[in-house]
């Protein structure tokens, strides 16, 4: 079982709709949570980290849930400048060094 | 956010020789990262470089593939090594700051290679 697993969509759609989607995780220890977007041939941004409490970034809004070991990321109101991938990361402190586990990635396209 | 930057963005190289990755941050940083992107894939780290000590690498990267330097604290390199056409692939450095309530790591623009 891969440490951080996505959907990989794509997910299509409509402009102005709204899109969620989710990211497993296998380690519980796992100490703190993002998604970063990354747009076509280039590097990965940060997009948000993810709070405990769920935490809401304009039209981004994140969830931990610590017991099923997922996170979510809703996107209200979506826009053309949407679409990209996003990518769900794990981060570790381990005594080997802290670590970010990468999941796959979700594609969305937004549509007009 | 720090700002990243890295030499060459891209290159073509020729399979059995070697490329020399250059990472340069505008501020001072205690760990710096190395990631490799394979087309279609998601990020895998290579190895932490920390600044006067050997760089510690995940399980898959052996030093005498991927030897990495990180003289100071603004600066560090990745070779790769005796290149074959797998190793094609985006290779990207990145560095950790303190956010508010985490550590984030943000990331340079990639080196783009291609082994023929």
């Known amino acids: 079982r891969k440490e951080v697993e996505q959907d990989p969509g794509p997910f299509n759609v409509p402009e102005g709709a709204t899109v969620a989607f989710n990211c497993t995780y296998s380690?519980?220890?796992?100490?703190?949570f993002f998604w970063y977007r990354q747009d076509c041939r280039k590097e990965p941004k940060l997009l948000m980290s993810?709070?405990?409490s769920g935490n809401e970034d304009g039209r981004f809004t994140a969830q931990l849930n610590r017991a099923s070991q997922y996170i979510s990321l809703l996107i209200r109101d979506s826009k053309l400048s949407d679409s990209a991938t996003y990518l769900c990361?794990?981060?570790?402190?381990?005594?080997?060094?802290?670590?970010?586990?990468f999941g796959g990635g979700t594609r969305v396209l937004v549509k007009p | 956010s720090a700002v990243i930057s890295q030499k060459p963005s891209r290159d073509i190289c020729q399979r059995g020789t070697s490329l020399t990755i250059q990472c340069q941050v505008d501020?001072?940083?205690?760990?710096m990262f190395w990631y490799r992107q394979q087309p279609g894939q998601s990020l895998t780290l290579i190895a932490t470089a920390n600044q006067g000590s050997e760089a510690t690498y995940e399980s898959g990267f052996v030093i005498d593939k991927f030897p990495i330097s990180r003289p100071n604290l603004t600066f560090s390199t990745l070779t790769v090594s005796n290149m074959s056409p797998e190793d094609s692939s985006i290779y990207l450095c990145?560095?950790?700051?303190?956010?508010?309530?985490?550590?984030?790591?943000?990331f340079g623009p990639g080196t783009r290679l291609t082994v023929l």
């Open positions: 990145s560095v950790e700051d303190p956010g508010q309530y985490y550590n984030e790591q943000f």
């Open positions: 501020s001072q940083v205690t760990m």
């Open positions: 993810v709070y405990s």
């Open positions: 990361v794990v981060y570790m402190i381990k005594a080997a060094g802290n670590k970010l586990t």
């Open positions: 380690n519980s220890a796992s100490q703190s």
